[in-house]
């Protein structure tokens, strides 16, 4: 787990708590509107497809996992998930970072 000013970053465990704020995340339109056309995701899709992806972590990043849950330190309300993962599993020479926020989120720097 990891704290900034405003955040604490920590690892997504695959739990049934993690899947429920992910399919929150993942269920608003304004939130998948540049991703998927504003389609939301499934809950089976987020059990079976995207929780396990999130909950992974890489041998090549020492273990750790590539994805990172957001909560706000103020009050622990979940902000969405921050993204350093290597795009081939086996080696970290080439690094992805992204993020997906709830809209509460948005515009707060």
Known sequence: MYD???MTLRPFTGTAADAALVLALDSDPEVMRWING?????PRTVRER?????????ACLGGR???W????RADGAFLGWF???PLDAGSAAVLELGYRLTRAAWGHG
């Open 38 to 42: 504003g389609r939301p995701t499934t």
């Open 4 to 6: 900034t000013e405003r």
């Open 83 to 85: 993204e350093l993962r």
């Open 69 to 72: 849950a957001a909560h706000r």
């Open 50 to 58: 995207t929780l396990p992806r999130l909950a992974r972590r890489y």
């Open 65 to 67: 996992p590539g994805f």
